[in-house]
């Protein structure tokens, strides 16, 4: 099993910057693809960034290219997500992800409200 635990969201102005944490514990992570997702009210939930472990590969939703960095520390069995230039459209609950061989763990999420 392993436990995701997301930190940093918070109120922001729109041009603003914030860095997510995901703090994973209960079993070593290297070697999961981790991924940070998030969900507007009245919205289905959608992947903003993903990072695969081998090489580092990563994936950006098209509306946060160029604004958001996903970033990952094995050796603290963390994930971040770098988030500049925030746009009210940003504003959503964000979830932590760890996906291996089908199985996927969620985190409780963390809010980001990104004020015009």
């Known amino acids: 099993q392993v436990q995701l635990v997301e930190s940093g969201g918070g109120l922001v102005q729109a041009g603003g910057s914030l860095r997510l944490s995901c703090a994973a514990s209960?079993?070593?992570?290297?070697?999961?693809?981790m991924g940070w997702f998030r969900q507007a009210p009245r919205k289905e939930r959608e992947l903003v960034a993903r990072?695969?472990?081998?090489?580092?590969?990563?994936y950006y939703a098209d509306s946060v290219k160029g604004r958001f960095t996903i970033s990952r520390a094995d050796a603290k069995n963390t994930v971040y997500l770098q988030m500049n230039s925030l746009k009210p459209e940003d504003t959503a609950v964000y979830y932590c992800?760890?996906?291996?061989?089908?199985?996927?763990?969620w985190g409780q999420g963390t809010q980001v409200t990104v004020s015009s």
């Open positions: 209960g079993r070593t992570v290297s070697r999961y693809a």
């Open positions: 990072i695969i472990w081998r090489g580092n590969s990563t």
């Open positions: 992800n760890a996906a291996s061989e089908g199985t996927n763990y």
